[in-house]
């Protein structure tokens, strides 16, 4: 965990390539320079340019039990499998970096996170970079930005809801735009059905619980 306004970023603690590419093709260079990142969130006013998808996943514990753990997961843990790689996470509340192995406080609006996917076994890699813009603890939903100059725009939003028989339903809904048609209606849609699925698949693995 490395922080202040002139601290470099230590890119030794970073593995990813694509990540690391990112970061140079925004500038990040010192941690101060994640607050200069601009998040391209849904414009309701323009609905009808985004593309929807929605992924639903059932629990078999308590809407609490089940918040508190995607609250206080690592990223580490969550963004890690045979698609997803955490690279390093910006706290936006406290100016510094968590790297990975680095301790974490839990999750906060502000943070940005960012990601390495790996594609067809590993030979296409893409990074992609979340700001997380919303931490609702009422509604019990978190909100998800993308970043600029990435190949998407838009959000994301997890929310856990209380189901009948008293478990936990937790609805993961997109709406995003691109610059292409043919990636925003055949491509994206596949691979983020399957990055959200590992991340999901992750976070309850770690609670002992599948989806159901």
Known sequence: MEGGAKEQINLSRIKQRKVIK???THG?????????????CYDPCESFTY???????????????VWAHYNTISPQEAWNGKMLSFGLLYSRKKNEIIYEGDIYPG???????????????????????????E????????RICYIEKGASEGSQWIRFLQSDDGFTEIVHETRYRGK?????TQLYPVLHEKAISEFH?????RLNKRSI
């Open 22 to 24: 990112l970061m140079k």
């Open 135 to 142: 931490v609702n603890e009422a509604e019990k939903t978190i």
């Open 180 to 184: 292409s048609t043919l990636r925003d």
């Open 51 to 65: 593309y929807p998808h929605i992924k639903k996943f059932k629990v078999k514990d308590t809407i609490d039990n």
């Open 201 to 205: 698949q992750n976070v309850l693995r």
């Open 107 to 133: 999750i906060e609006e502000g943070q940005v996170i960012l990601i390495n996917i790996s594609l067809l076994g590993g030979l296409l890699n893409i990074a992609v970079a979340h700001h997380i813009t």
């Open 28 to 40: 990040l260079q010192y941690v101060r320079d994640f607050q200069l990142l601009k998040s391209l």
